[in-house]
């Protein structure tokens, strides 16, 4: 019996693939060659889409292969981001798909979902996805972005580093190919990101691989109903809970939160109280909080377009490398976010009366990111916080106080009307009739509403550890559900009945005037107020720039 079949395959790949190459770099235009000699049909390959980061020129050089000879790949990859990842499949050269988040391309991916274009594995968390690289989907092709690299194959990938040990680590040590483009070939890379011996091939790339500024929000698109919501959320929730350590989803909603930490929350006097430890993106609505001195530590999922500078000048807030730039690792940051953080905040498309939640709808697939590890409670937390232990004896009322477990606080922030005045409650979630067109046998929802302790909207708070039942809970949730059809269903005897135990709270029950809620609240009002408070070191993109 033959112990080295995989690494005989696999030293078959190189070979075929050292036709187009000068040691490890692949020569010009022979990117597409090389991918053809080395991918066999069926083959499982990681196409680096991250949240942020994308290998977009070998994208370019996959989607260029001939179908008869590359085709029916498995897919297995965090983001879908780029429209090229999508026409693989309409070119049949992909066929299956595991993925976590396809934000830019959520509607086209639920039109060839319904369309049977694309067979669906599952929908994953980052953390799950990544898991499964190293037990059931390691890939046997691994596609990947960096910065620069050595002749040796040594790889710098910058601030935005995101999945990329991961996915080398997964193909790398089983035996799999890893080809990686690059910004630039140099002599010796600033930081040893990924060693060489574990990078196969590389492909210099003929422009910077491509970033999507996917967390940077404009303070001057902030609305009077989220500063609103982040009073609430910030006098209703982190003071009463102390929360110091959290992460925050992507949104409007929560970048409000930020921008009023400076203001509504100093004159509250939480100062070093809340807010002080993250695992965040370096959100640029931040800045004003940690030159405020608010701040204290930031580990970070992956970087964001025109940080680079401000990041490598606050080295005692972020963790940044000898060279100066940031150093991300989505994973690492997940298992933070997950263990580590008391407090998790976000954002979704859709909730029922029981708090389920989920961002796949019947015209719209947005994946669901990190925010199932996020937006869950982790029952294999061990270590104790005050805010954990609050949040516990809410959730657990009675049995041995010695053997009571704490509580994660998970937080939906939701307008109860979303774009196009869509309701964001609903009867029935979309992803239910979804997985059952696909026949998925799991609907995918995205954080379960036993995970969620609070829903925010406009009209208030619903604290759901407060529930004494399942009764308690639809109610506190058609509550605060506004003027949607589950809002308008409440028993309002029974809503009544919540508000005077504190379950409900309404802005007027936590001394909130709504009139108060404005934009002079909010520490930058644009994204030149953004600039100067970093001291001109924040170089927004400029698509953002309309000075």
């Known amino acids: ?65 001939d179908p008869a000879r ?18 693989l499949f309409e070119r049949r050269i992909a066929r299956r798909l595991d993925f976590s988040y396809s934000g830019p391309q959520s509607t086209r991916m639920a039109r060839m979902l319904q369309a049977g274009q694309i067979e669906l594995g599952a929908v994953h968390t980052y953390l799950e996805l990544f898991a499964r690289y190293f037990v059931d989907l390691t ?63 590389i492909a210099p790339a003929p422009a910077p691989f491509f970033v999507e500024p996917l967390f940077t929000r404009d303070p001057a698109a902030i609305t009077e109903t989220q500063i609103l919501m982040a009073m609430l959320v910030i006098k209703g929730i982190y003071a009463p809970y102390g929360i110091e350590r959290l992460n925050h989803g992507i949104g409007f909603g929560t970048a409000a939160i930020e921008l009023i930490l400076p203001t509504y929350g100093e ?13 965040l993106n370096p959100h640029p609505t931040l800045i004003p909080a940690i030159e405020s001195g608010w701040v204290e530590q930031v580990h970070c999922f992956g970087s964001e377009v ?39 905040i976000g954002s979704t498309l859709q909730i029922d009366p029981a708090g389920h939640s989920s961002t796949v709808t019947l ?43 704490g509580r994660k606080l998970v937080v939906q922030l939701v307008e109860t009307f979303g774009e196009k005045l869509i309701p964001t409650f609903v009867e029935q979630l979309d992803a239910v009739q979804f997985g059952a067109r696909l026949g998925l046998g799991l609907a995918p929802v995205m954080v379960y509403g036993d995970d969620v302790s609070h829903i925010v909207t406009e009209e208030g708070i619903a604290n759901l550890l407060l529930c004494r039942d ?39 029950d936590l001394g909130i005037d709504p009139l108060d809620a404005d934009r002079s609240l909010l520490a930058a009002r644009s994204i030149r107020d953004l600039v100067r408070w970093s001291g001109g070191l924040y170089r927004p993109p400029a698509r953002y720039r309309n000075w």
Not at 32 to 53: H, S
Not at 70 to 87: E, F, K, M, R, W
Not at 314 to 338: E, H, I, K, W
Request: contains cysteine; charged residues 25%; proline residues 4%.
């Open 1 to 65: 019996m033959s112990w080295q079949q995989r690494r005989g395959e696999r030293n078959e790949r190189l070979g075929a693939g050292s036709r187009f190459t000068n040691g490890k770099i692949i020569r010009a235009g022979e990117a597409t060659a090389l991918l053809e000699a080395v991918l066999r049909p069926g083959d499982r390959v990681c196409l680096e889409g991250d949240n942020q980061k994308q290998a977009d020129h070998l994208a370019k050089a996959l989607l260029a292969c």
């Open 363 to 405: 015209s719209r697939v947005a994946g669901f990111g990190g925010a199932p590890n996020m937006g869950s409670d982790p029952r294999g937390r061990r270590h104790p916080s005050a805010s954990w232990l609050k949040a516990g004896r809410e959730a657990h009322r009675g049995g041995d106080a010695a053997l009571m477990r």
């Open 139 to 201: 890939p046997a092709v691994a596609l990947i972005a960096a910065v620069s690299a050595d002749r040796d194959g040594n790889l710098y990938t910058g601030p935005n580093t995101e999945d990329t040990p991961t996915i080398v680590e997964a193909t790398a040590f089983r035996d799999g190919i890893v080809i990686a483009q690059a910004n630039e070939i140099v002599e010796r890379v600033p930081r040893v990101d990924i060693p060489g011996d574990q990078v196969h091939f």
């Open 267 to 279: 004159s509250l006097g939480l100062k070093g109280r809340i807010a002080r430890r993250w695992a």
């Open 470 to 508: 399942a009764d308690e809970r639809e109610q506190a949730i058609r509550g605060v559900a506004g003027y949607t059809e589950v809002g308008r269903r409440r028993d309002r005897a029974a809503v009544a009945r919540l508000r005077q135990r504190g379950v409900i709270q309404r802005p007027e």
């Open 70 to 87: 590359v085709h029916d790949l498995h897919l297995v990859q965090s983001g879908i981001v780029l429209p090229a990842h999508l026409d």
């Open 306 to 344: 025109g940080m680079e500078a401000y990041l490598a000048a606050r080295p005692d807030v972020f963790f940044t490398g000898s060279d100066g730039s940031l150093r991300s690792n989505r994973a690492y940051c997940q298992t933070a976010g997950l263990y580590a953080c008391d407090l998790f």
